[in-house]
T-cell receptor, first 113, second 111 residues
């Protein structure tokens, strides 16, 4: 069964802390994505990557960075967490060609105090 | 830019038919997805339309009209397990293909 695995289901951090959210996929997908999901706002794209060491800004990249050192792993980094980054974070992956169907991880719910 | 609109919430009865509409305005349109998301779970793929017309898959069908910027998801023979959020997402091609999501429609199916 194909999978996108997010390392932490729930995290609680303090303002100013550095936060790492890890995502691993086992489908050999080229594309990987980080979204955040907030009530009334839907899923918003933070960053995506179409190849190892490549990254592109999504619609709301401010306050975030990403790392893709290996094809299967895509990390989201909050350099200095703030309370407005409290959210559900969803990682997804897709093939480079075809219909670009996203497969999502189960999500990481981050609370910043 | 992009703008995707869908109703916030809908209710329906078990066994009925429900239609969830999605209208969009976007540059570089290259297809439209519907995803289902149960509370506390990840979104899962339901359908993909890139050409005008109706795609049928069991109890679920999805329709697209590119000239009108309009899609709908039709759910037949509703079951309690269909209570979920339904997310409309437009593929935007700006050199890279990315998915832009609407805010989702929460469907509540009652007995």
């Amino acid at each position: 069964d194909v999978k996108v695995t997010q390392s932490s289901r729930y995290l609680v951090k303090r303002t100013g802390e550095k936060v790492f959210l890890e995502c691993v996929q086992d489908m050999d997908h080229e594309n990987m994505f980080w979204y955040r999901q907030d009530p009334g706002l839907g899923l918003r794209l933070i960053y995506f990557s179409y190849d190892v060491k490549m990254k592109e800004k999504g619609d709301i990249p401010e306050g975030y960075s990403v790392s893709r050192e290996k094809k299967e792993r895509f990390s989201l980094i909050l350099e200095s967490a703030s309370t407005n980054q409290t959210s559900m974070y969803l990682c997804a992956s897709s093939q480079a060609v075809g219909a670009n169907v996203l497969t999502f991880g189960a999500g990481s719910r981050l609370t910043v105090l | 830019g992009q703008n995707i609109d869908q109703p916030t919430e809908m209710t329906a009865t078990e066994g009925a038919i429900v239609q969830i509409n999605c209208t969009y305005q976007t540059s570089g349109f290259n297809g439209l997805f519907w995803y289902q998301q149960h509370a506390g779970e990840a979104p899962t793929f339901l359908s993909y339309n890139v050409l005008d017309g109706l795609e049928e898959k069991g109890r679920f069908s999805s329709f697209l009209s590119r000239s009108k910027g309009y899609s709908y998801l039709l759910l037949k023979e509703l079951q309690m397990k269909d209570s979920a959020s339904y997310l409309c997402a437009v593929v935007q091609d700006t050199g890279f293909q990315k998915l832009v999501f609407g805010t989702g429609t929460r469907l509540l199916v009652s007995p």
